[in-house]
């Protein structure tokens, strides 16, 4: 009861000093800015409008949450160690598995918290546009939310071995590029020849598929998004908070 007691005071924290970020702020109104340009492109679609305007602004929404949740989980444990903030929270009898589960929930609060917001910029927009709600928008939501759950853990491990933020968010960025061409890369990596076929491919597999979590892709589907694609993504999430305590368990703090 007193982990949970702490990391829900983590999560809070960490969540309330997200949204009072001056760059929360700025990614609002770039979001707000963004989605009404797909309102733009939608009309230069002509009889495809409607699928348009969804297809872009979903794009849009995802594009901004990553971009901001990645810049504030590869700052957080680094900012927090260079003003000492994390040497006090240490000094009390807080667990470092306790600390991480708070500054991830706290993270995940403020990726839902933006997909929420830019959600119904969105749906406002296309309202008045005289659509109605897009089939499956509520399980593309939920899958960009999957996708942000992974690469902030992932960014959290990195940061915790990285030398900067810059550094944190490259090597993030460069994760969630090859998670969307992963089935791609996975199958020319299972005709190399040789031992360096295997080795490619065994690397591989350890890269997460991002596509699996495109509920757009899964049209006609009752529910795109079901235990064979939680599962991964819960794995993935695990993995790199595993990750993430071991290097934690190893810092001086």
């Known amino acids: 009861m007193r982990n949970l007691l702490i990391i829900r005071a983590v999560a809070f924290n960490s969540f309330v000093e997200s949204v009072r970020n001056r760059f929360f702020t700025l990614f609002a109104v770039f979001a707000f800015t963004a989605v009404y340009a797909s309102v733009l492109a939608g009309v230069m679609a002509v009889d495809q409008e409607a699928r348009v305007l969804a297809d872009f602004g979903l794009a849009l929404i995802e594009l901004t949450a990553l971009a901001y949740s990645l810049f504030a989980a590869s700052s957080t444990l680094l900012r927090e160690a260079e003003t000492k903030t994390i040497y006090l929270v240490f000094s009390r009898p807080v667990p470092r598995w306790a600390y991480l589960a708070g ?45 942000l759950a992974v690469i902030i853990s992932f960014a959290f491990f990195v940061s915790l071995f990285s030398t900067s933020a810059v550094s944190t968010l490259v090597i993030a960025s460069i994760m969630w590029t090859l998670g969307h061409f992963a089935s791609e890369a996975r199958f020319l990596a299972e005709r190399a020849p040789g031992i360096q076929g295997a080795v490619l491919t ?11 979590f495109n509920a757009r892709d899964a049209a ?34």
């Open 103 to 147: 500054k991830l929930c706290g993270a995940l609060l403020t990726a839902g918290l933006m997909l929420v917001v830019m959600a119904a910029m969105h749906l406002s927009l296309l309202a008045f546009r005289g659509f109605g709600l897009p089939a499956f928008y509520a399980w593309a939501l939920a899958g960009t939310f999957l996708k």
């Open 202 to 212: 065994a690397f591989l597999w350890l890269i997460p598929n991002l596509q699996l």
């Open 220 to 253: 006609g589907a009752a529910s795109p998004l079901g235990l064979a694609v939680l599962f991964p993504a819960a794995a993935w999430v695990a993995a790199s908070c595993l990750g993430a305590l071991w290097l934690l368990s190893r810092k001086e703090f």
